[in-house]
């Protein structure tokens, strides 16, 4: 059964979806909405951050208090490519990085329309070579992502290997968005 | 010479605020535009975050790395007691911790105009017995805030006094609203170089914050200028140049020495109202948060301590 606080996030949500879903909103008012949902990720204590310059695509380190210094978990963003940013994970990135003990580097990777694909794939890659450039090993690192950011993540992985080359040590895809032709059953039996 | 990043931040106020004022807009829309403002601060570096429930009022606490155990700033966020919040506010109040080496907690008292006067100064003493209940002593507490926070700051010392109560060991007062009336002259004056306040917003928070309490805006309880600013631990107020409160400010910090009390005025060259929120790329903002640091240490006596 689910718990009380999980219900409460789905109603959140669901408030959410329907004033996001006013026809007269323009997009940056919609990334505007999108980011204050930020504020319901509770600050995992212990964990410090750091922006930084990931090889031209604007990063932010989650370090957890003691967590190892040699693996690190590359983690993109939720929204369709379209809304959210690191800002609006950085919290839950830094949940994750202080569950696994490595830090995380949430990446701020540029958005659609203005950037379209391939440009959330060339910005992850970006960010991993910057990773190799900084001394990582390539299994010590973590692809990961949630929803559009989990498509990312695997992707990273495929065009790693496509070009023969080494690929990161694991993959945490969370609610990863990979069909977008939308044929997923799901998507009629659990809109409500 | 204004520097390039000062003129960008102003920038980006001007775009916030054009973006805002959007007439169809509603109010929770409003909010989560100008929450967005937090992006003008750079996260500063070695310093973690918790959330607490300070006697009923929510709160954020920032940590700086190697910080004091003893003191505390007990920080109040800007908006006119309408709008953003402690998550706006977190990392501006976490430089200023951090220059000071002390930890914050970040209050997110309660908003008008669902919460009127005086929900929010309850608020902020809510959260300061709150602290005194944790074994903090009073005079090791700075009581800290911007715009209607740093009125807050200064009204809690007030309440404090006029009950004979222990006070804060210092009051740490970032471009306070002090005059409802509007009547400083810098009001006008500023108007065009102020790039986030306006008259109409300033009625409108006001309007949020006071309509229907029967409190007036001259009343001393939330006018700083017509209050009795007696008996008050020491105060440094810092505003900046371009604000529209700067009049009023300049004139808080006057009346303030002129009650007898130990004041430190600072005007931050072509500072924006809240200028703390270019903390971490603005020069002019990181000069003026570090002299903050400074100033908290030796006022709450720590650099005495460490001797």
């Known amino acids: ?192 | 010479m204004t520097s390039t990043q000062a003129v960008e931040f102003a920038n980006f106020f001007a775009d916030l605020s054009q973006r805002s004022a959007n007439p169809t807009f509603d109010l929770s829309t409003i909010r989560d535009i100008v929450e967005t403002m937090h992006v003008a601060t750079k996260e500063p570096e070695g310093v973690t975050y918790a959330e607490v429930d300070a006697g009923g009022v929510e709160a954020l606490w920032c940590i700086p790395t190697g910080s004091d155990p003893l003191r505390v700033l007990l920080h109040n966020h800007m908006g006119g007691s309408v709008i953003t919040s402690m998550y706006s506010d977190r990392k501006a109040a976490a430089h200023i911790a951090k220059a000071a080496g002390i930890r914050s907690l970040v209050l997110n008292f309660r908003r008008s105009p669902e919460h009127k006067y005086p929900a929010q100064v309850e608020d902020v003493e809510t959260a300061y017995r709150w602290l005194l209940g944790h074994g903090y002593r009073p005079e090791n507490i700075a009581s800290v805030g911007h715009s209607i926070g740093g009125y807050l700051a200064v009204a809690l010392a007030q309440r404090l006094r006029d009950r004979g109560e222990a006070l804060p060991g210092a009051i740490l007062s970032i471009s306070p609203w002090c005059d409802p009336t509007m009547s400083g002259e810098s009001i006008e004056g500023n108007a065009d170089k102020d790039k986030l306040l306006s008259r109409p917003l300033l009625e409108f928070f006001r309007s949020c914050f006071l309509d229907g309490t029967g409190v007036e805006l001259t009343d001393p309880q939330v006018n700083l200028l017509n209050s009795d600013l007696s008996g008050l631990p020491p105060i440094a107020v810092y505003y900046g140049e371009d604000e529209l409160l700067a009049s009023e400010d300049a004139e808080f910090g006057r009346r303030a020495e002129g009650a007898g009390n130990e004041v430190t005025v600072t005007q931050v060259d072509a500072g924006q109202h809240s200028f703390i929120i270019g903390a971490g790329w603005v020069p002019e903002v990181d000069q003026a948060i570090a002299e903050m640091g400074v100033w908290l240490r030796s006022t709450l006596g720590l650099d005495a301590a460490a001797d």
């Open chain 1, 1 to 192: 059964m689910a718990s009380e606080q999980s219900d409460q996030l789905a109603e959140l949500n669901g408030v959410s979806r329907d004033r996001l879903s006013n026809p007269n909103l323009d997009l940056q008012t919609i990334r505007d909405m999108c980011d204050a949902l930020g504020a319901a990720g509770k600050e995992p204590e212990g964990v410090s951050y750091a922006e930084v310059d990931a090889g031209g695509v604007p990063a932010l380190w989650c370090i957890p208090a003691g967590c190892d210094d040699e693996a690190v978990v590359l983690f993109s963003h939720a929204g369709g490519t379209a809304v959210f940013s690191m800002s609006s994970d950085r919290k839950a990135a830094g949940h994750l990085a202080k569950a696994a003990g490595i830090r995380a580097l949430v990446l701020d990777y540029r958005r659609s329309p203005e950037n379209k694909f391939p440009a959330q794939q060339d910005d992850v890659e970006t960010a991993y070579r910057w990773l190799l450039a900084q001394g990582y090993r390539r299994d010590k690192i973590a692809s990961g992502g949630h929803s559009v950011g989990g498509n990312l993540a695997v992707s990273l992985a495929i065009r790693l290997r496509d070009q023969g080359l080494p690929l990161p040590g694991a993959i945490l895809a969370v609610s990863g968005w990979y069909d977008t032709e939308l044929k997923n059953p799901t998507l009629q039996t659990v809109t409500q």
